[in-house]
């Protein structure tokens, strides 16, 4: 298992860049680092974000609890942080992470992506 440590941030990179959404929240997709699977979204503000860089754990935002969350806390599936990069417009970050445990989704499954609404491969044929 990879330890989580603390994250370098890269010279000339200014927070304050992310375009937050208006209540001060900004997309996080975490995605494992070997695979390149979706493993979740969940949302970050600016100190979920500090408190992921300074532990190298992933920290999102709960809406619904209005409160700071660490993956793993009650679960052990937790999330080591190797790199995080923001999309062109600065509205979403891609957390790559080693996926620690069991999974990502609070159902068990590896990914919460596992649903499929529509595919170009027949019924009974997918994964």
């Known amino acids: 298992m990879t ?10 990179f200014d927070l304050s860049e992310l375009r937050l959404n ?9 995605v494992d680092i070997v695979t ?6 969940a949302w970050m503000n600016l100190e979920s974000l500090r ?8 920290w999102y935002f709960s ?3 209005s409160e700071y969350w660490a993956k793993g806390d ?3 599936n937790i999330q080591v942080v190797h790199r995080i990069k923001a999309d062109c417009d600065m509205d979403t970050l891609l957390v790559e992470v080693d996926q620690v445990g069991e999974g990502a989704c609070h ?10 609404i529509a595919s170009e491969i027949p019924p009974g044929m997918q994964e």
């Open 74 to 76: 009650t679960s052990g």
């Open 3 to 12: 330890r989580p440590e603390k994250l370098t941030m890269e010279i000339g």
């Open 63 to 65: 809406r619904s609890r």
């Open 107 to 116: 159902t068990g499954a590896y990914s919460c992506f596992f649903r499929t």
């Open 36 to 41: 390149k699977e979706v493993l979740m979204m």
């Open 22 to 30: 208006d209540q001060g929240l900004i997309p996080a997709i975490a």
């Open 51 to 58: 408190r992921t860089i300074e532990t190298g754990r992933t």
